[in-house]
């Protein structure tokens, strides 16, 4: 999840093992965020509330894991938890439209029911 944020600043870091160059002296600009840096969970967040803001979801006021999109159709809700969505709502082919849209921004697999 944390490689679809985008950096705002500029980033360089050491060559990582097992991709030395032969000039020790060179490093990598990061273009992503990756796992590890401070501000990677941010980078998806922004990335992911534009996403789905072009989607009609909105943050909850209670908790901005939760987005709402409530139109003619119905109420649709996706609870985020780091790259994991859980979509609720009472209208089945609702919720295929809505798993189709974010798709289409991003690379998914759909995993079913919750278990749990």
């Given at each position: ?7 705002e600043?500029e980033l360089w870091?050491?060559q990582p ?8 002296n ?7 965020s990756?796992?590890?840096?401070k ?5 998806w967040?922004?990335?992911l509330?534009?996403?789905l803001?072009?989607l ?5 006021q ?7 999109k ?9 609870l985020?938890?780091?790259?994991d ?5 009472d209208?089945?082919e609702l ?7 974010v ?5 998914i ?8």
């Amino acid at each position: 999840a944390f490689l679809n944020g985008e950096l705002e600043e500029e980033l360089w870091m050491q060559q990582p093992p097992g991709y030395e160059s032969k000039d020790p002296n060179q490093a990598c600009r990061l273009k992503r965020s990756i796992y590890g840096l401070k501000q990677a969970p941010r980078c998806w967040y922004v990335k992911l509330v534009a996403a789905l803001d072009k989607l009609g979801f909105k943050p909850s006021q209670a908790d901005p894991a939760l987005f709402i999109k409530k139109d003619e159709n119905g109420i649709v809700y996706l609870l985020v938890h780091v790259d994991d969505i859980v979509t609720t709502s009472d209208d089945v082919e609702l919720i295929k439209k809505v798993k189709a849209a974010v798709g289409e921004a991003f690379k998914i697999r759909d995993l079913g029911e919750a278990k749990v």
